[in-house]
């Protein structure tokens, strides 16, 4: 059984930092791909940064140059580096991994104040 769990996120204030985590388990294409996507209250989820299975990224113009996306294949672990962080960067942050069907973590609530 695919397991996708997040774990890293909190309250901080507009350009603080904050590292979230995503551990992966039970998938059966490895490397997967991943990344993670986000939610703010009354918007829809929208696309945060991915990473394929061969290492590419990718990211929302809207993070760009703020956040970095890493992997450590060994420990099955995916990173989300965010700096500069904003109000509008406040979410439910969500971990997914393709393999090949499409799985979702819980989500990890990221709390920016102003």
């Known amino acids: 059984q695919v397991q996708v769990v997040e774990s890293g996120g909190g309250l901080v204030q507009a350009g603080g930092s904050l590292r979230l985590s995503c551990a992966a388990s039970?998938?059966?294409?490895?490397?997967?791909?991943m990344g993670w996507y986000r939610q703010a209250p009354g918007k829809e989820r929208e696309f945060v940064a991915g990473?394929?299975?061969?290492?590419?990224?990718n990211y929302a113009d809207s993070v760009k140059g703020r956040f970095t996306i890493s992997r450590d294949n060994a420990k099955n672990t995916l990173s989300l580096q965010m700096n500069s962080l904003k109000p509008e960067d406040t979410a439910v942050y969500y971990c997914y991994l393709r393999s090949p069907a499409l799985y979702w973590g819980q989500g990890t609530q990221v709390t920016v104040s102003s």
């Open positions: 039970g998938h059966t294409i490895s490397p997967p791909a």
């Open positions: 990473i394929s299975s061969g290492g590419n990224t």
